[in-house]
Nanobody, 122 residues
């Protein structure tokens, strides 16, 4: 599975962005997907995950109520809608995929996209 993340950019605090992660290669509908982020000098951290069929979604506490993960398997794409953005959300955001089982650790995931920069100004 090859993953391509897009949609990052510069936004003011309180604004919104939608990230997309498009997969190619194997049947993406067989894979759970997750979003992670990494700020300078910090470890990569879990943001959100979604089951292979979209029936289950999971969020890190800092983003609950502000971010929404979704997917469209017909388009081989996973989305991360980010609302009410804060400066502390600034990071490189990575999408990842894992065969069938969802997870919350970077080591759970087999496939990774290249990352997209999100910068939130105060």
């Amino acid at each position: 599975v090859q993953l391509q993340a897009s949609g990052g950019g510069l936004v003011q605090a309180g604004g919104s962005l939608r990230l997309s992660c498009t997969a190619s290669g194997r049947a993406f509908s067989n894979y759970a997907a997750g979003w992670f982020r990494q700020a300078p000098g910090k470890e990569r951290e879990f943001v959100a995950a979604i089951t292979w069929n979209g029936s289950g979604t999971y969020y890190a506490d800092p983003v609950k109520g502000r971010f929404t993960i979704s997917r469209d398997n017909a388009k081989n794409t996973v989305y991360l809608q980010m609302n009410s953005l804060k400066p502390e959300d600034t990071a490189v955001y990575y999408c990842a995929a894992r065969f069938q089982r969802v997870g919350s650790r970077p080591s759970d995931y087999e496939y990774w996209g290249q990352g997209t920069q999100v910068t939130v100004s105060s």
